[in-house]
T-cell receptor, first 116, second 113 residues
Framework: EAGVAQSPRYKIIEKRQSVAFWCNPI?????LYWYQQILGQGPKLLIQ????????DSQLPKDRFSAERLKGVDSTLKIQPAKLEDSAVYLC??????????????FGEGSWLTVV | AQSVAQPEDQVNVAEGNPLTVKCTYS??????LFWYVQYPNRGLQFLLK??????LVKGSYGFEAEFNKSQTSFHLKKPSALVSDSALYFC???????????FGSGTKLNVKP
């Protein structure tokens, strides 16, 4: 079974530029998450989708961050304009809500962003 | 409020010795509890989970965790540590009512030869 796919793995941009990250969840997983992980800290939820609807985006800085999951499968997270404090790892994850594997979040390898 | 606490930023243990990484939680209703491991420059990998049933849960790479409802704890354990176990470990709790995950701040495990 293929895992959660993310791209790009690494990105360096200047402040005020824009960047987009892509995520393809595990096949059949209805719930998709984007987390931000700053070095040395635990993951912080940015947005959670159930199929193509938003479940929770309370911690998403909506003035600069946006995310979509138009067809209920893959998703894109965009930052525009980027700030220095956005330097972090952006982790995509997905989960299955039924069956034996329900409830467990599976993470991708992350997209590492450096803003200079 | 829902929360997860990992009271130790770092745990040091000698190879071959048993290890424990501590986790306590606060959640309304029945908790779903998880442990994840993160190696350098990698995403989080699922180790094990407790949803219901036996309080002792066995997971990947020889790790196990014990759910203690009265102490609201879910400590991660391994009988004999390996140098390759050195990594960052995260405890997480899922609120069954609100379908949200809460992660601890992480514990860095150092296993020395």
């Amino acid at each position: 079974e293929a895992g959660v796919a993310q791209s790009p793995r690494y990105k360096i941009i200047e402040k005020r530029q824009s960047v987009a990250f892509w995520c393809n969840p595990i096949s059949g997983h209805a719930t998709l998450y984007w987390y931000q992980q700053i070095l040395g800290q635990g993951p912080k939820l940015l947005i959670q989708f159930q199929n193509n609807g938003v479940v929770d985006d309370s911690q998403l800085p909506k003035d600069r961050f946006s995310a979509e999951r138009l067809k209920g499968v893959d998703s894109t997270l965009k930052i525009q304009p980027a700030k220095l404090e956005d330097s972090a790892v952006y982790l995509c994850a997905s989960s299955l809500e039924s069956g034996q594997g329900r409830g467990t979040i599976y993470f991708g390898e992350g997209s590492w962003l450096t803003v200079v | 409020a829902q929360s997860v606490a990992q009271p130790e930023d770092q745990v040091n243990v000698a190879e071959g010795n048993p290890l424990t990484v501590k986790c306590t939680y606060s959640v309304s209703g029945n908790p779903y509890l998880f442990w994840y491991v993160q190696y350098p420059n990698r995403g989080l990998q699922f180790l094990l989970k407790y949803i219901t049933g036996d309080n002792l849960v066995k997971g990947s790479y020889g790790f196990e965790a014990e759910f203690n409802k009265s102490q609201t704890s879910f400590h991660l354990k391994k009988p004999s540590a390996l140098v390759s176990d050195s990594a960052l470990y995260f405890c997480a709790v899922r609120d069954e009512d609100f379908n949200k995950f809460y992660f601890g701040s992480g514990t860095k495990l150092n296993v020395k030869p």
